[in-house]
């Protein structure tokens, strides 16, 4: 019943009755159907309130407008302020509720939400609590994936999502919760157990995204106001910003400053099956009492890189709140693997084969960095560059690879409508005025073996660019293919497993 759904919802009825049967809620009119509940929105670029008469046509009888409209006395109309506010507390109810069903998580930042999200789902997975996952890489949970638009997506597809999680037997919800997704009110109504707030820069700011960067974290901190308890980056440099105000109880975690979630002696590892970090939790602390330690928590994190200190320990902290014992954390921590974001596809005496979706300057300089921390024989780069976008991106990264990498290859990104000769003969062109070694190999797949091939001792390989992405797009078509899966072909090709 149509009332039912309303009941969380402020609105006023302009005509017809709230008693009416609904079966579900659109804001797409090409899915307009009988029963079907029609919310129209005011966007930049398209307003929905124009495709009225196109599903009226198709037998919708139930509109939520932003506006009055003439329509036929027999058609009900509910006039609300904000429609896709409206649309995310429908949807909820539509679907019965779904995400109060679960041990709700959000992520928000910056940098550092995929990575921090998918240790999170280790770790509860690792307690025994079956974990269902939303950002950027899609949404997963059991052996089901999707892929998404947005890091956050439509309300509508939201809770879709956490019906789905829950039908499957899933106890919690792991989210990256995007800046837009709050500005659009994609998140309307949820309600997150834990908030964690990794970090917070410059970004997202222009046209259809934010005004300026006090607009950009005016809505990051909306998720304050949905928490019931919130977990905070002490080491960024916007601190007393992101805490100003916080309107739910909340703790810190750093590696920096003194937090009630500390990160302490800090090493970087590398051995024959394990490439990454050790350091100390420390539970407990606080900046009015940073000796006191409830208790010192050792891990090690199969990742490398010490930004992942941060991200291993914010997701440490929020699990040891949500009562995750310390010999599950641990062992999560220590056998991850996350798709695409510094992971590790083999390693052994002789080498390792990370793959990574650094994709421009700042994140191939800032994995080059990292990996240097490690004092590999050489470091040797496996990328490309994308077809169809701006030139600057390959001159600046073929100038990071030949100043910062040993050895280069230069091989195909997704090439797009671009010969893949012509991306490759301008990174060509910065990387030689460096004086760095390169070949090039514009075969993806034979420019990967190479790399393996002829590996020497202590070699470090970085195959960039696509992470987890599972196609090479050419000539329009994407055609299957998965830099860690060609790699596992390779080195079974070569009898090294």
């Not at 930004?307 to 056998?335: D, P, Q, R």
């Amino acid at each position: 019943m149509l009332k039912d759904w309303l009941c969380e919802l402020q609105y006023t009825l302009l005509q017809g009755s709230v008693d009416t049967e609904v079966n579900e809620v659109i804001y797409d009119s090409r899915k307009a159907a009988p029963g079907a509940v029609f919310v129209c929105m005011a966007g930049t670029r398209v307003d929905s309130h124009d495709f009225i008469p196109q599903v009226l046509e198709a037998g919708v009888r139930v509109l939520v407008v932003e506006r009055p409209v003439a329509v036929p006395e027999e058609i009900t109309l509910i006039l609300v302020k904000q429609g896709r506010e409206a649309l995310a507390l429908l949807s909820a109810a539509r679907f019965g509720y779904p995400a109060r069903k679960l041990l709700m998580i959000g992520i928000t930042g910056t940098k550092g939400k995929t990575t921090t999200a998918h240790m999170v789902r280790a770790i509860l997975e690792a307690s025994g609590r079956k974990t269902g996952i939303i950002g950027t890489n899609g949404v997963s949970f059991g052996e089901e994936h999707y892929p998404t638009v947005n890091t956050t997506p439509e309300s509508y597809d939201l809770h879709r999502y956490f019906a789905r999680m829950v039908e499957e037997g899933c106890e919690c919800c792991v989210m990256e919760v995007s800046s837009q997704a709050f500005k659009m009110h994609r998140v309307c109504g949820l309600h997150w157990d834990y908030a964690l707030f990794t970090n917070i820069s410059p970004d997202h700011i222009g046209p259809d995204e934010h005004e300026n960067f006090e607009e950009y974290l005016h809505y990051k901190k909306q998720i304050f106001a949905q928490s019931s308890f919130a977990l905070v980056n002490m080491d960024d440099e916007h601190e007393e910003e992101i805490t100003q105000g916080i309107s739910c109880p909340w703790e810190g975690f750093g590696v920096e400053k003194p937090a009630q979630y500390q990160a302490e002696e800090i090493r970087y590892v590398t051995e024959a099956g394990f490439v990454g970090l050790e350091f100390v939790i420390r539970n407990g602390a606080s900046a009015e009492s940073p000796d006191k330690a409830k208790g010192r928590i050792p891990v090690r994190v199969n990742i490398p890189g010490r930004f992942n200190v941060s991200n291993a320990l914010a997701a440490s902290a929020v699990c040891l709140k949500a009562g995750v014992c310390e010999t599950e954390l641990c062992h999560a921590l220590e056998h991850l693997r996350l798709d695409g974001r510094m992971e590790i596809v083999y390693t052994s005496e002789k080498c390792c084969v990370i793959v990574d979706y650094a994709h421009n300057a700042v994140s191939m300089e800032s994995l080059l960095t990292t990996l240097r921390e490690y004092r590999p024989g050489r470091l040797v780069c496996v990328f490309g560059c994308g077809g169809n976008r701006s030139k600057e991106r390959r001159y600046s990264m073929g100038e990071i690879a030949g100043r910062m990498a040993d050895f280069s290859i230069l091989t195909a990104d997704n090439s797009r409508y671009e010969r893949v000769e012509d991306i490759l003969a301008d990174i060509r062109g910065s990387i030689e005025k460096t004086g760095g070694k390169f070949i090039e190999i514009p075969d993806r797949r034979e420019a990967i073996a190479y790399s393996i091939r002829h590996a020497q001792t202590g070699d470090m390989i970085a195959i960039i660019g696509k992470g987890h992405e599972d196609y090479q797009e050419i000539e329009g078509v994407r055609h299957p293919f998965l830099d860690r899966a060609v790699v596992q072909e390779v080195v079974a090709g070569l009898n090294l497993v």
